[in-house]
């Protein structure tokens, strides 16, 4: 596939396709992560046994399906996003995921029909998760696709980043606002399915961004051909990519659901904190975010991705494993302390993979882009998923977990600096065809 060169975006298509991609993949990580914040309860009318952790290890492990189906999605809709268009692809998928999460809400649970319930409650975040794989398709691709380069760092980590705040907020603040309104046992008979229900709301309203948004003008200058399948990710001229790209993303992966991910369950579980304090501190700790992703974004863009990967990767081996031990010791009363240490871990975690969705979108040509960036980010992402699983089984009891999320932050946080390390600078990559020769990024000098 060739290209023509693209007309230079104009600031409305900038504003809005940023936009675009910035909400879309926020709103469908609200309703992707909408059982982080309500995990405790769900796992007790979903997943009943008579141990605490095996709940939640349980529920947790619903939540990791979701995730294991997104690198299906990528390629399913990526595909779709290489043939028909980032746009499209985003408001089919974003309408779907909305409709997902409110059925979760409707759901009868254990106690009503038994066995029934886990297994369409599971069954429903296999689709949920099939459809999140198809979002990033398109937000990883619109909003860095339709910028100058001078601004493609920054709209990676607003994307990146700004879409995981955007979506921790509004699931922290819709958490606040639902637990006042049904407090104490009125929130496992309502409470819970309100939660799920606010994710259809979610994807109407992004809808109305959507309808001004236009397409990405790199991929309409790209000249039709048959696109990309998934496969051809093993071709010999990408395998090297392929591999360093998910040791890369399955770091950063963790980094985000070993902290952000993990908190709600910390800040419950392990300091004692109640329903309304708990929302407060997720509110400020995921506000957190944007700015780290916003500035480490940026700064990947003036001295390079690899950099910055290398460098957000040496401080975090160090600190977030440090920083976890340090909040365990506190308790209910100390919200101010915690608030501190949890903007910091939020802040520093989510600085690393700020770069990702741009450098992934260097690292593959325009036919393949949309397939490639979702399948290597779903599939790292869904790896880093499923940490929280493993913490929860690897804690025999629950003040066991702190010293199990130390030493689970400390090995990804490793697999991510070696990614990083092996990995060629990328920074001014994108109009590049990779296919007219031998892989020319990778054998970039490092």
Known sequence: MGHTAPPAPTRRQMITAGGASVIGFGFDLF????????????GELF???????LTLAATFASFGVSLVMRPLGGAVFGRYADRNGRRQTLIVTVVGVGVATALMGALPTFHTIGLLAPLIFIALRLVQGLLVGGVVAATHTLGTETVEQRWRGLVSGLVAGGGAAIGAVTASLVFVAVSAAFPGDAFA???WRV????G???SLV???LFRVTEESPVWKAAERGEPARARDLFAPQHRRVLVTSLALVIGGGAQYYLTAGYLPTFFASINGLEPGPRGVLLVWTSIAILPAALIAGHLSERFGRRPVFLATGILNVLLLPVLVLVMAGFGPQDTGALLGFGVLLTFSANASYAAVPIYLNERFPTRLRATATAVVWNGGFAIGGLMTTFVSLASPTIPDIPSRLAIFLAACVALFIVGAALSPETRGALERDPDATPDPVASTPT
């Open 31 to 42: 309703d992707l992560f909408v059982l982080l914040y309500v995990a405790p309860t769900v």
């Open 47 to 53: 997943f009943p046994t008579s141990s605490p952790t």
């Open 189 to 191: 008979a309502w409470g």
């Open 195 to 198: 939660m799920f229900f606010s």
């Open 200 to 202: 259809l709301v979610a």
């Open 206 to 208: 992004s809808l109305l």
